[in-house]
DNA sequence: TGCTTATGAATGATTATGATTGATTTTGGA
DNA sequence: TCCAAAATCAATCATAATCATTCATAAGCA
């Protein structure tokens, strides 16, 4: 069977039973569960399913899927040296840039008694930056359901009104030679565009995204200061021919 | 049965039944004990039910917010037969406008099943709608505190990249004379360039806000369809000279 | 031939699961 | 009210399933 029929195989598999394991695709094709497990990713990647722990479901119908509400945080401690650190950056007067992000998220509370001006495409971020006191403007746009994100044409439009002194951003990954990326390309221009209209850049990840490629580019490594936490030596080295690495700790 | 796929499940019974017994899910499902409580952990997390001994219930919406619920808990009945009435106007794919306020935000719940496009500026209806499964915009700009609702030159420039079928507004005050008044010119002003993008334009305001004038007008009685619920016979009347008049039952 | 791409198998890591334990909460009777 | 039994709970552990990654081979193509 051709890659291509195979992929053909899974979608329509998909379509008609909303829900499918791995397992049964090997069974039904009779290829590899490798081959099968690459198949689902770059269906993945085209949007085309989205996969879960032993399968795959249709892309946004995937109901139990964390929603933007969701408490519970991975690398909870890291990150958290990391928001520190960064929230330090902060002069008072300033006007702020906060990506929509887990780690933008903590920065806030380190964030709650400075005189600053805050902008965000986040939607949970908003709440939080009210929450503390601090004046914010939303960029506005489409919500990326699950992720609390706005994104598209009119969160760029409402973006370019704006002029910040730093600018904080999340990523999925860093490398060396591909520099910042992320899934969603549209995500990835809006981070784009904010770091452009900065004075400083910065941006925020955690050991975990180091050397990761995602599928979208966000700019170069060179174009913000990395903040992360504990990475080994030699990839710190090899990161600092191409930026400034500032290390959070705990 | 794959983890996503029970947690689907649970959801589902969940919505049916109101409240569940771990033992129901266990037979129902035949995963063990212990992986149900670790799906209502999770689940939980996600605000997505609220754990009780023995089982699980639906979280409760409206007791979280406590100066939403505040409001909210006024008038609620009377409000609730305003809001269904209104999203009986919806179609199946209309763009609409939901103004914030807790009458337009009990609209939701009754839109849920609708296919349709939500702009709003009001930060609560965004999520709630994410939660509805509705592609929601919102228009951005300077978030006013407390209120939740997003005002300033932002939202308006947003705002004019819109037009919409339906457009339904909260006021603070109707009056024949007077029109439709609410206590801020920001606000305001957004009322009034929503209504003004709108084929349709609806008011919803209970009885309590009959013959009350606030500070900024908004526009004209008949600029909008007045939706509300029990007024007098004779302020009907009157009201009915100037615009159509919708009235809610319970 | 040389080059790229697709495949399958093997690996070690990560995640999900079920059973067990002892603690906590509820229930129902004295 | 109080107490004890029953039910439910969180925490832990070992096991099983699933995962990403790597490597070697096979297939397609100039």
Same mark, same amino acid.
């Given at each position: 069977m051709l890659t291509n029929e195979r992929h053909e195989f899974i979608l329509n598999l998909l379509e008609q039973k909303q829900t499918i394991k791995i397992q049964d695709i090997v069974d039904l094709t009779e290829a590899s569960e490798s081959t099968i497990r690459r198949d689902l990713t770059v269906l993945e990647n085209r949007n085309q399913l989205e996969r879960v722990f032993g399968g795959a479901v249709l892309p946004g119908r995937n109901l139990s899927e964390p929603t933007i509400k969701d408490k519970s945080a991975r690398n909870l401690e @890291?990150?958290? #040296?990391?928001?520190?650190?960064?929230?330090?950056? $902060?002069? &008072? *007067?300033? #006007?702020?840039?906060? &990506?929509?992000? !887990?780690?933008?998220?903590?920065?806030?509370?380190?964030?709650? &008694?400075? +005189?600053?001006?805050?902008?965000?495409?986040?939607?949970?971020?908003? @709440?939080?930056? +009210? @929450?503390?006191?601090?004046? $914010?403007?939303?960029?506005?746009? /489409?919500?990326?359901?699950? !992720?609390?994100?706005?994104?598209?044409?009119?969160?760029?439009? #409402? /973006?370019?009104?704006?002029?910040? &002194? $730093?600018?904080?951003? *999340? $990523? +999925?990954?860093?490398?060396? @030679?591909?520099?910042? !990326?992320?899934?969603?390309?549209?995500?990835a221009a809006v981070k784009r565009l904010a770091s452009s209209l900065a004075s400083e850049s910065y941006v925020l990840a955690d050991h975990s995204k180091a050397d990761k490629i995602s599928f979208a580019k966000i700019m170069e490594l060179g174009d913000a200061v990395l903040i992360t936490d504990s990475i080994s030596t030699e990839l710190r080295e090899t990161l600092e021919k191409k930026t400034t690495v500032k290390v959070g700790t705990r």
């Open positions: @890291e990150k958290d #040296s990391i928001a520190k650190l960064a929230a330090s950056l $902060v002069q &008072d *007067g300033d #006007s702020v840039y906060l &990506d929509a992000g !887990t780690t933008t998220f903590q920065m806030i509370r380190y964030l709650r &008694d400075k +005189n600053i001006v805050a902008v965000t495409n986040g939607l949970t971020l908003v @709440e939080e930056l +009210n @929450e503390h006191g601090i004046t $914010v403007y939303l960029t506005g746009g /489409l919500l990326k359901p699950r !992720t609390g994100a706005f994104i598209g044409a009119q969160t760029i439009q #409402s /973006l370019k009104n704006y002029r910040f &002194d $730093v600018c904080f951003l *999340g $990523v +999925n990954g860093f490398h060396p @030679e591909m520099g910042y !990326t992320t899934p969603d390309p549209e995500e």
